[in-house]
């Protein structure tokens, strides 16, 4: 039912919204260059998206034609894309093998604070393949290129966790977290070295710290539920994992771990029987709202 003067109204329109948002809509034509070139080269395992939407040379052109239209606008990536991208390609690649021929000739093309970047992101694939003193070395260098910056003090504190110095990790991290409170990845990344060093404890208490001055921080549930689970607190563990499901808008699985947080209490804390009943309560209220909406 939908025919082509749709889909070309739908680039008008994202051509549109980029460049009130501030983004280069000439983007967009590279885009889809990049589509057309995968989708002449894989013809087998086409994406959906390809098949329903095909990339005519008709619709580039237009859409290149509407793009010349706005002003260029001109776009400095901040250290913090480079830096995050240079993690990605390290860590989270679709094709791990090839990371390393990708991240050096990054490095051997780039300069400056961006090939910094790049030389991290070397540095975690080091660590990852359990190079840890070649990792340590090199992101010792890139704190010396780019210093006071949490994503490389932090990457220090993982390589040295990686490589069996966890008491050391755990003090550098407490140290850049107090610089840098507002660094959430920072809080995660201590939170997780203290449990895999059997300091619960502590985790539990930074934890709880943080959920003070800001309880919508819903990553730190589920680390809240680990830290409860080792320390044998079960019920406490289930009102956590509640809490994050019913951020998640799961109010249904929420409640069912909060039965089970009832019955892992059974009442031996008052405290816990009244707070997880008064929350049942309210998930209830926001489940049926929720229904009368859908209706």
């Known amino acids: 039912a939908y025919s082509r003067d749709f889909e070309r109204e739908a680039d008008a329109i994202g051509i549109g919204l980029m460049a009130e948002g501030g983004f280069d809509p000439r983007a967009m034509a590279t885009f889809f260059d990049k589509l057309q070139r995968f989708n002449i080269v894989s013809s087998k395992d086409v994406p959906e998206f390809l098949r329903t939407h095909p990339l005519s040379y008709t619709r580039v052109a237009e859409s290149e034609s509407r793009i010349n239209t706005y002003p260029p606008i001109s776009h400095e990536s901040s250290i913090d894309y480079h830096l995050a991208k240079a993690r990605l390609q390290a860590l989270f690649s679709d094709r791990p093998e090839d990371s390393r021929a990708i991240i050096e000739s990054r490095i051997e093309s780039t300069q400056g604070a961006e090939q910094a970047a790049w030389r991290y992101g070397l540095a975690l694939l080091l660590m990852e393949e359990q190079f840890h003193s070649q990792a340590a070395e090199l992101i010792a260098e890139v704190d010396l290129a780019i210093p006071d910056t949490p994503q490389v003090l932090a990457a220090k504190y993982e390589i040295q966790h990686h490589s ?132």
Not at 192 to 212: F, G, N, P, Y
Not at 257 to 279: C, D, F, G, H, M
Request: proline share 2%; glycine share 4%.
């Open 164 to 295: 069996g110095n966890s008491s050391e990790a755990i003090d550098g991290y407490a140290e850049v977290l107090d610089r840098f409170p507002d660094a959430d990845y920072l809080r995660i990344a201590y939170v997780e070295t203290l449990l895999e060093a059997d300091q619960a404890e502590e985790a539990k208490r930074v934890i709880r710290h943080r959920l003070r001055r800001q309880p919508d921080d819903y990553a730190l549930f589920p680390l809240l539920a680990r830290a409860n689970v080792k320390l044998g607190s079960l019920a406490e563990a289930h009102q956590a994992s509640a809490e994050y499901d019913a951020a998640m808008g799961r109010y249904e699985k929420a409640m069912a771990s909060l039965k089970l947080a009832l019955r892992e209490n059974a009442n031996t804390s008052q405290y816990i029987t009244q707070s997880v009943n008064a929350r049942i309560t309210e998930l209830e209220q926001l489940t049926a709202n929720r229904k009368l909406r859908e209706e």
